[in-house]
Structure formats: structure tokens, C-alpha cells
């Protein structure tokens, strides 16, 4: 009885999202070929691995004990393969990852701890820059991956992107404080309150002025910082009110939250992919499923909003 690697990656990925298309979606293959290769699975197998339902598929009691040695098997593998990759592979650039502060202060560094952990043979560097600046740098081939805002600029690059997560902003405050009984205000409105914000080179203190245009409203830092987290223990403190991407809310912090009421505030992270030379595609697909990994679990922990749309997609002008 002979399995091959890539259908038992593939029946992991389907079990981790609940659907053969969730699978199909996370290694880039189509329904029908997914769909394919789950059934030559469950014929070598010689038994039903997948219950088959309206709302996604679950595993059969023989499908769960495939996944458990499948994990097995597969880390092993991952483990062979680094063990002889240090003899053969030679030296070479660390893949390049970019991104604004709040994925470097969210999800990015659990998604390199996993990552550098399953892969020792390969390094990363990182580094925080705005969307402007990352796709200048994926379009020139000095980055592999970066993670951007979606907006005109971005999808006038024609870089190949796909959906990571929501990122709009919100209001937060102190409890029972300026925003109690609010839904929403505008950033005028806003500006007519003490603020505590991030530092003036971030690159969501940056995203916002951008947005404010010529005609900003003149605002009172009480004090900035350059940690996000810092920036929402000031504001539950009753420092200042200030503008956060609502996921990095805990919902169980003791603060008031409501929404911007501007368009801009409406935001999305976007996964792009430059054309790095010499770098290796496997490597950089892998440290991208661990972003995906990290955002999800992001996400979720946070009760945010729900899966993006699952196509990877060509950004075009």
C-alpha cells in the first residue's frame, strides 16, 4: 500500500478547513483535482476516510487515524529532508518579508515562530515598511512576500495578492468614558479629543494623514508610542482616545470601542508575492501558508471577522 505525500498534505488541509474546497484552496489546486485525489486516496486506502455533507466533510473514524499517522509521517519527512538539505544546500540569501506595523505587531511573529521552527535550513528577514514602499520593493524583485493594504495603488501593481484578513480601524477609549453610548464618529470628531497615537513614521500613523489629505484636522497627542499594544493600554487607562485596527482589541480589555465612520477606515490586508531571483518558490509558499495559518488564528481568537474570500487572485489595473 503506497500513499503519496502530497494527497496526505492535502487530506490534512481538508480536515483543517472543514471542506474539500478549503483544502483545494490552501495547495493551490482545483476542486476537481482535489476531489480526485481524496478518492484515489480512500481507494488505496480500501475505506471511506471523509463524511461528505451540505455544510463541509468531517472524517470517518478510519480518515481520523490516517490524519494522526499522516502528521507523523510528514514531520518526519520535513525532518529528512532538512537533515540532508545541511549537507547539500548552499548558502543562501534569507527569504525578504514586508509589512506595516500592525501585521509585524499581530500575527507576523507567530507565523515566523512556527515557520523558523519547521524550517531550519531557511532564514527571514523582516522588516516594517508602508504599502507603498513594500510594493515598490515585490515589483523590483527585492522582496518575496509582503503584506499590504488593499487599495488603488495596490491592485494597479498587477502583483499576484490574495485576501489575509480584515484590518479596518476603530475608536477606543477608556470604559464608561468619552465613548460610552457611541457607535461611531468621524475622524473630526475624534480630533476633538485628547489622542494618544503611534509614532510619526509608522506606517498607520502614515495610512491615516495619508487619508486626512491637506485638510487634517488639528490634533492633540497627548503621547506616541511605537508598540500597538502600548497605544491600547494608554487609551483603556483614559489617557486619550485612539485609532487601532480593531483586531488588536482584546475583547476582554475593559474599554470602550466604536467605529470610524470614514471610508478609508474600511481596510484589508492583502498577501503579495514578488519575484525574488534565486529564491526558492517552495520556501516562500511555505512561510506563506504559516502567515495564513497565523491570521487565521488571529482571527479567530480575536472573534473577528469572518474567512476572507478563498480565491488566490491576480491584482490587475
Excluded at 525578504?96 to 506595523?101: K, M, R, S, V, Y
Excluded at 522582496?143 to 495596490?154: M, P, Y
Excluded at 484578513?165 to 479629543?193: K, N
Amino acid at each position: 500500500m503506497r500513499y503519496d505525500l502530497d494527497d496526505l498534505r492535502l487530506f490534512l488541509d481538508i480536515l483543517a478547513e472543514g471542506s474539500i474546497t478549503g483544502g483545494a484552496r490552501r495547495v493551490h489546486l482545483s476542486l476537481p483535482s482535489a476531489s480526485a485525489r481524496v478518492r484515489a486516496l480512500e481507494h488505496t486506502a480500501g475505506v471511506a476516510l471523509l463524511i461528505r455533507g451540505r455544510r463541509g466533510v468531517r472524517p470517518t473514524p478510519a480518515g481520523t487515524t490516517l490524519a494522526r499517522h499522516a502528521r507523523d509521517v510528514l514531520a518526519q519527512t520535513a525532518r529528512l529532508e532538512s537533515a540532508v538539505a545541511s549537507y547539500t544546500r548552499s548558502e543562501a540569501a534569507p527569504l525578504t518579508l514586508l509589512g506595516g506595523g500592525s501585521a509585524m505587531q499581530g500575527f507576523v511573529p507567530r507565523a515566523l515562530v512556527s515557520f523558523l521552527r519547521a524550517h531550519p535550513d531557511v532564514d527571514v528577514r523582516v522588516s516594517e515598511s508602508r504599502t507603498p514602499q513594500t510594493l515598490r520593493m515585490l515589483t523590483d524583485g527585492e522582496a518575496d512576500l509582503g503584506i499590504v493594504i488593499d487599495d488603488e495603488e495596490a491592485r494597479d501593481r498587477g502583483l499576484d495578492m490574495e485576501p489575509l484578513g480584515d484590518d479596518s480601524l476603530v475608536v477606543v477609549g477608556q470604559a464608561g468614558g468619552i465613548l460610552a453610548g457611541r457607535t461611531g464618529l468621524t475622524y473630526s470628531e475624534v480630533a476633538e479629543h485628547p489622542l494618544v497615537g503611534l509614532d510619526a513614521d509608522s506606517s498607520l500613523r502614515g495610512w491615516i494623514e495619508k487619508n486626512l489629505g491637506p485638510h487634517a484636522p488639528v490634533v492633540r497627542y497627548r503621547t506616541t508610542v511605537a508598540s500597538l499594544n502600548i497605544l491600547v493600554a494608554l487609551a483603556a487607562a483614559g489617557v486619550g482616545l485612539a485609532v487601532v485596527p480593531r483586531r488588536t482589541v482584546d475583547p476582554g480589555r475593559p474599554l470602550d470601542v466604536c467605529e470610524l465612520d470614514e471610508p478609508w477606515a474600511r481596510r484589508l490586508h492583502l498577501l503579495a508575492w514578488g519575484a525574488k531571483a534565486g529564491t526558492s518558490r517552495k520556501a516562500t509558499a511555505a512561510l506563506a501558508e504559516h502567515l495564513r495559518d497565523a491570521a487565521r488564528s488571529e482571527r479567530t481568537s480575536h472573534g473577528g471577522p469572518g474567512e476572507p474570500p478563498e480565491e488566490r487572485h491576480q491584482q490587475g489595473g
